[in-house]
């Protein structure tokens, strides 16, 4: 078994290339600063800049050809939540680049051999895709967008046998929220942890054959959030 993972240097990327990694899956971790990890040859760095789409293909050339392929996992991804009039082009295109374009790029490029071994794509949305939040506009359409994709690439490969799940995480305690003015509540039931979502896809993953989840929606059980003070955006 063999999985392509998108934002493997931390948090939700990360935890699921650890998943998968001990349930005895070969990954190949994308992102832009990976690092080799203890598990000998089963994990491949693959250095990528995904904001570069016109590159990706060239950058997968190492792995293209790999026959095992059965899941990809896209969960690269960042956000900025300020008025839209305050956000230039170069942001604009950047964060459409990574949080929809490079998704749709990778499945484009793999879904010959994931069809032929009757493979899994999950992509990481937000719970963001499923309302209107202030601030949210750029980042709600590109993770919006992100969720129509799946599911219309699901009604046209689902009778070639691969499943297309989205998953929207609510707030979670990663490194997303480190250059933003909030963050994720400071207790254990108003935040998600990386893990929950890697315990998330090893449900999908272990579903019988035939029956398929297409959506996931997983929340803390208490709203919670911590507005920092005087902390600048990048």
Do not use: W
Request: charged share 20%; aromatic share 6%.
């Amino acid at each position: 078994m063999t999985a392509v993972v998108t934002g493997a240097s931390s948090g939700i990327g990360k935890a699921v290339c650890d998943l998968l990694l001990q349930q005895g899956f070969r990954v190949y971790g994308l992102g832009r600063s990976v690092v080799p990890r203890k598990n000998g040859t089963a994990f491949i760095p693959v250095t990528i800049d995904l904001a570069l789409t016109g590159e990706i293909e060239k950058h997968c050339a190492s792995f293209m050809d790999d026959p095992d392929i059965s899941l990809l996992v896209n969960a690269a991804g960042f956000g900025r939540f300020d008025p839209h009039e305050t956000l230039d082009a170069a942001l604009i295109a950047r964060m459409t680049a990574v949080n929809l374009t490079a998704p749709m790029i990778l499945s484009q490029l793999l879904l010959r051999t994931l069809k032929a071994n009757r493979g899994t794509i999950i992509n990481i949305t937000s719970v963001e895709a499923l309302r209107a939040s202030k601030f949210s506009a750029l980042y709600s359409a590109t993770k919006s967008g992100l969720r129509a994709f799946g599911q219309s690439l699901f009604e046209e490969v689902r009778k070639d046998g691969v499943n297309v799940v989205t998953v929207n995480p609510d707030m979670t305690d990663t490194a997303f929220f480190d250059t933003l003015r909030f963050a994720p509540g400071e207790s254990e039931d108003t935040r998600l942890e990386p893990g929950d979502i890697a315990d998330v896809i090893t449900c999908i993953l272990s579903m019988r054959p035939g029956a398929a989840v297409t959506e996931v929606t997983i929340r803390p059980q208490r709203f919670g959030i911590v507005k920092k003070q005087n902390k600048a955006t990048s």
